[in-house]
């Protein structure tokens, strides 16, 4: 099987995606919360561009969630950080998010035969889905504004490690590239991630406990699919 990685939704075309799976990362911080909504038994996660279309849905049995500039949406129940989406809050409940980048990456790939939600908390559990199911690959990076990020690099990196290490996979130059960043800084991944600049913005946030978090590998085995803008 081969593994291709995209840098950024930008870049993102659909011939590229077509007959394949596609993988998007937002660890910072998207796809860090939608795997641990389903962790914590959220019946389902509808991902939305616009902040309007979130609010018309808005009703006593399903929680809005996301962020504009990083912040809590106005109307909206949560904010983007992780650490909310606990069992109490979110247990049986339809979570509706709408995100910067890592919403918009998931409308952006749909032409993939196939799409998974991956961050660093079940790095291996997609690495190893990957292999299972031996299909040829694109892991797309949401990157930040349109831009190359490398925190969702360093996650393309693990999930090709992990990948690697179940079977056989081919690499495409930048996937490489993410494989042996990850692998010269695995064991302080953080030394990695502390120069992205969406790491340092939300610092300045007070938003260290999230970056914490979304850094802590393999808390769980589940592996979170989008399917026609709904992911369980
Ligand atoms: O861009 C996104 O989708 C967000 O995850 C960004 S933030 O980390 O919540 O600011
Ligand atoms: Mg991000």
Same mark, same amino acid.
């Given at each position: 099987?081969?593994?291709?990685?995209?840098?950024?939704?930008?870049?993102?075309?659909? #011939?590229?995606?077509?007959?394949?799976?596609?993988?998007?990362?937002?660890?910072?911080?998207?796809?860090?919360?939608?795997?641990?909504?389903?962790? /914590?038994?959220?019946?389902?996660?509808? +991902?939305?561009? &616009?902040? &309007?279309?979130?609010?018309?849905?808005?009703?006593?049995?399903?929680?809005?969630?996301?962020?504009? !500039?990083?912040?809590?949406?106005?109307?909206?129940?949560?904010? /983007?950080?992780?650490?909310?989406?606990?069992?109490?809050?979110?247990?049986?409940?339809?979570?509706?998010?709408?995100?910067?980048?890592?919403?918009?990456?998931? /409308?952006?790939?749909?032409?993939? #035969?196939?799409?998974?939600?991956?961050?660093?908390?079940?790095?291996?559990?997609?690495?190893?889905?990957?292999?299972?199911?031996? !299909?040829?690959?694109?892991?797309?990076? +949401?990157?930040?504004?349109?831009?190359?990020?490398?925190?969702?690099?360093?996650?393309?990196?693990?999930?090709?490690? &992990? +990948?690697?290490?179940?079977?056989?996979?081919?690499?495409?130059?930048? +996937?490489?590239?993410?494989?042996?960043?990850? /692998?010269?800084?695995? #064991?302080?991944?953080?030394?990695?991630?502390?120069?992205?600049?969406?790491?340092?913005?939300?610092?300045?946030?007070?938003?260290?406990?999230?970056?914490?978090?979304?850094?802590?590998?393999?808390?769980?085995?589940?592996?979170?699919?989008?399917?026609?803008?709904?992911?369980?």
């Amino acid at each position: 099987m081969r593994i291709s990685l995209i840098p950024a939704v930008t870049y993102v075309n659909d #011939d590229e995606l077509k007959g394949k799976t596609a993988v998007v990362i937002d660890v910072l911080r998207a796809t860090s919360v939608m795997t641990t909504a389903i962790i /914590n038994g959220a019946s389902e996660i509808i +991902a939305l561009t &616009e902040v &309007e279309d979130a609010l018309r849905m808005k009703d006593a049995k399903c929680i809005l969630g996301g962020e504009r !500039k990083g912040l809590k949406i106005k109307g909206f129940d949560l904010s /983007n950080s992780p650490l909310e989406y606990t069992r109490e809050r979110v247990e049986g409940k339809r979570v509706v998010m709408t995100t910067t980048n890592g919403t918009k990456t998931l /409308n952006k790939v749909e032409a993939a #035969d196939k799409i998974y939600i991956a961050c660093m908390l079940n790095g291996k559990a997609v690495g190893k889905r990957l292999v299972e199911e031996e !299909k040829d690959t694109v892991i797309v990076c +949401a990157g930040t504004n349109g831009k190359f990020s490398i925190d969702d690099y360093a996650c393309a990196g693990k999930i090709i490690y &992990e +990948a690697n290490k179940f079977g056989k996979v081919e690499l495409d130059d930048f +996937a490489y590239a993410a494989f042996s960043a990850y /692998n010269d800084h695995k #064991d302080d991944i953080i030394s990695l991630v502390k120069n992205a600049y969406h790491y340092k913005y939300l610092l300045s946030l007070g938003l260290g406990e999230d970056l914490k978090y979304c850094f802590k590998e393999d808390i769980s085995d589940l592996v979170p699919e989008y399917k026609s803008g709904r992911i369980k």
